[in-house]
């Protein structure tokens, strides 16, 4: 008898001539409560030291990995933080295989991530590229209208995602960012309905191809039934932010992009934290209510993938050092056990962010959760992994990791990708009757926000505005502090630009015609800086390079607005939250961008 036929004989799930259907009931017949119960958690988790496995990560009170694997039973984790090559990546991603094949089932991890293509970091959204090749965010994409461009740039993060062994994307974000004050919108595609299906859609066949299979990457399409209608703008992430409002009646419209990215072939749909206040549902979290994710998700849209709740719903956490509440909005009433159990009674299949699995087990001891009802779930689960290729190969080629993570040809199109996404938005003609751009190669050139050496590329670089004959700077939109260091992540609040950085644009462009580069993460009052500078231009992850490329005329400005930019905070405060393009007498129109 070979080798393969003893594993198979003894694990006759791993037979890979057996139909999907068939492996998953072999293992879930073999499968106790307990290891069971370990599917339905999807937490953080960290590398150790040089790819080594984690010992404990008390930033965010994370156990060891040998705790979540061999004591929880837990096989989804999502992998948090950056790595300084791809192969540090992929050897840790070897190493935790092992370990899950070590257990008595040797039931395989999925490892998902949050975006790893960025120019941001915020460890509850979105990471910097590091060793991945670097594109704009999904605002910038949207800035391209290019579904085409879309679908490259998923198909290219899929190859580098599978080359380290990441198996789920926790996104495309397909919320349309209607409220302008949100701190989510830089990973949306903005507030076109229209614009955000079919680029979500084009994101999805990227990651997964026509069908999902082993060489897919699973995307959790976020965040059910759509985020963007928040209250003040607040995010949910917090107390403070917790509502999402309908003044104008505007529901249906946010479900648009879901069906689109369905038909695409979503395989994982995550809710958000808010809880929907003034409509017929339940005045509870999405993660919690059966109206939401059964009645609407499962029965009328017919979604019958995975659906895991957005991090941390059940358990008070420690995030940095600051203690944060569980996002239980609307019934932070209920125990834990409750929690959990009112989570599963809406249709979810997992509980992201959390790895209480002793809470799970004794509901099902109690009789409080039937193991039928985990079953339910449970194949959903295991029915991904068989369809991924976890069980029949889960490790990955180190040695390739570095070879297709950031090669030249993906980093190249990421590049091409950020020149693509600027907008230029004002080009004011001076007084001689030339506007200002694109600007001559040599011209004597003062930047700020821009490194020198970058600059000299395109012109001789000057110290002052005075010995300049164009200044470059390079600012970001604005936001409110708060009180702690993962709240001022979510960059939120008022979107005028603080009256010392209007001052000093207002001094520079008196003293020589001036571009100003704003990252427009959320749509800032632009206003002053219009009348002020000579020209303005708006990008969402863009190198120094790609930037002066376009504005010297290297390559089109070819950039368009995903949303429309407000002309003051009076427009904001009186539009309904969840109405596109619902600021009254907008500075710029979405779609908006001039050619040079």
Known sequence: MTTTETITGARPWLDASLPVAERVELLLAEMTVEEKAGLFFHT??????????????PDFGLPSTEEY??????????LLGAAPTAGEIARWHNRLQELAASTRLGIPVTVSTDPRHSFSENPGAAMMAGPFSQWPEPLGLAATRDAELVRTFGDIARREYTAV??????HPQVDLATEPRWARALQTFGEDADLTSELGAAYVRGFQGETLGTESVATMVKHFPGGGPQKDGEDPHFAYGREQVYPGDAFELHLKPFAAVFEAGASQ??????????????EVGFGFNKAVLTGLLRERLGFDGIVCTDWGLVTDSLILGQPFPARAWGVEHLSRPERVAKILEAGADQLGG???TDVLIELVRSGAVSEARLDVSARRLLREKFVLGLFDDPYVDVDAADEIVGSE??????????QASIAVLSNRTPENGTPVLPFARGTRLYVEGIDPAAAAAYGEVVGTPAEADLAILRIAAPYEERATAFENFFHA?????PAALLAHIAEVSASVPTVVDVFLDRPAILAPIVSAAAAVTANWGSSAAALLDVLSGAVPARGALPFDVPRSMAAVEASRPDVPFDTADPLFRFGHGLSL
């Open 493 to 497: 609040g008022s979107l005028e630009l």
């Open 69 to 78: 694997v061999l004591d929880r039973h837990m096989t989804h984790f999502n």
């Open 44 to 57: 953080m988790i960290r590398m150790g030291p040089g790819g080594e496995l984690s010992t404990g990560e």
């Open 409 to 418: 040809p993906f980093r190249a199109a990421g590049f091409a990708a950020q």
């Open 269 to 282: 749909v995550m809710p958000y934290y808010g809880m929907p206040v003034g409509t017929s549902y339940e």
């Open 354 to 356: 959390e790895s209480c």
């Open 165 to 170: 062994g990441l198996r789920v994307a926790l």
